[in-house]
């Protein structure tokens, strides 16, 4: 997909981004298109998840407030490349495609995912705008031994990089969800793009709710938005800068230290730690007290056989209160 595809539609996003109403001549004058072609280029718009209502006589207006990605505020703080796409099939997708051209730590960022996707093959709802979709392209020195860990390490980054901003609460599920009382706040799904040498190259990618609509379909458990937490919308280039910065050195930290040091802070930010779950393994199931994770990774429970660990990328945690 093109970037360069949209360009009327971002245009009319950017113009209501503005606020107020916007009447569809003014509209199709500004960007030199028919009253017509407005109005189909806005119901376009509607359908990717954007809220905009019509009145009789004052025009289109936004339902809710729009603070796009801003590429020149992302230039001016962030130190890796990176391409912001508005719209794209999966940032993770995008990523996967070019690996072979890219440098670790390149970050493709979008506004809006039209197949965005969570593990096993689920569907990320990824309405424009309102949330958060990042990837990043990361090659690990250490192999693929150290992928497990990677991805517990990266829902560390993701955490302290919320709490630097002074929003408080953020948990994580095993292996790799964010969690705000009991609901989902973030997803991150990392795949492998193939080996070069001794190294595993990755695809990190992470998908966090910001201020999506409460009535949006296709999600099946709790979730919560950013937004929710803080009461006051929070500033999306601002959060993107922070993850990608703190994403960037938690890696480095973790390829030079190892999971040593990491095992303590993911402890803390534990949501279920001394909390009865169930670990769901295909037709299998496992009860225990989640007990936090070892230096691989691994998930560790208190069972009456005694404590056990798991791991693997097939494994689901649920609570079990
Ligand atoms: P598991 O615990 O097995 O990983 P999961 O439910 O956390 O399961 P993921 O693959 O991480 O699974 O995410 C996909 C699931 O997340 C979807 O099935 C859907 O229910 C939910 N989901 C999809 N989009 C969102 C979103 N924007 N916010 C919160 N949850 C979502």
């Not at 424009?128 to 390490?153: D, I, P, T």
């Not at 993850?243 to 190892?258: A, N």
């Not at 990491?262 to 779950?277: A, C, I, M, T």
């Amino acid at each position: 997909m093109k970037p360069q595809q949209h360009t009327v539609k971002l245009s009319l996003l950017r113009a209501l981004s503005k606020g107020g109403f916007h009447s569809g001549e003014e509209l199709g004058d500004e960007l030199g298109i028919s009253r017509a072609a407005v109005s189909k280029h806005i119901k376009g718009i509607q359908g990717w998840g954007v809220d905009i209502f019509r009145v009789q006589g004052k025009g289109y207006q936004l339902a809710n407030p729009l603070q796009l990605l801003d590429e020149s505020v992302l230039n001016s703080s962030v130190a890796t490349p990176f391409a912001l796409i508005p719209v794209i099939e999966s940032t993770n997708q995008y990523i996967l495609d070019n690996a072979r051209e890219l440098d670790s730590g390149f970050v493709c960022i979008a506004e809006y995912q039209s197949k965005g996707r969570g593990r096993r093959g689920r569907e990320w709802i990824s309405p424009f705008g309102s949330n958060l979709y990042l990837s990043m392209f990361w090659q690990l020195e250490a192999g693929m031994a150290a992928a497990m860990g990677l991805s517990l390490v990266v829902g560390i980054a993701i955490a302290e990089a919320i709490e630097k901003l002074g929003i408080e609460g953020i948990k994580l599920k095993w292996p790799n969800d964010l969690y705000h009382n009991d609901k989902k706040l973030a997803g991150i799904l990392v795949e492998m793009s193939g080996q070069a040498g001794g190294a595993a190259n990755l695809v990190i990618g992470i998908g966090m709710n910001l201020s999506m609509d409460e009535n949006v379909d296709g999600i099946t458990q709790p979730w919560t938005s950013l937004n929710q937490i803080t009461q006051i919308p929070v500033d999306r280039n601002k959060l993107a800068i922070e993850i990608i910065k703190t994403l960037v050195s938690t890696l480095e930290d973790y390829e030079s230290f190892g999971m040593n040091q990491f095992v303590e802070r993911w402890n803390r930010l534990d949501n279920y730690l001394g909390r009865k779950v169930k670990l769901l393994m295909g037709a299998k199931e496992i009860e225990g007290i989640a007990q936090g994770i070892n230096e691989q990774g691994a998930i560790l429970l208190s069972t009456p056989q005694g404590m056990q660990s798991f791991i693997g990328g097939e494994i689901s945690l649920r609570n079990n209160e």
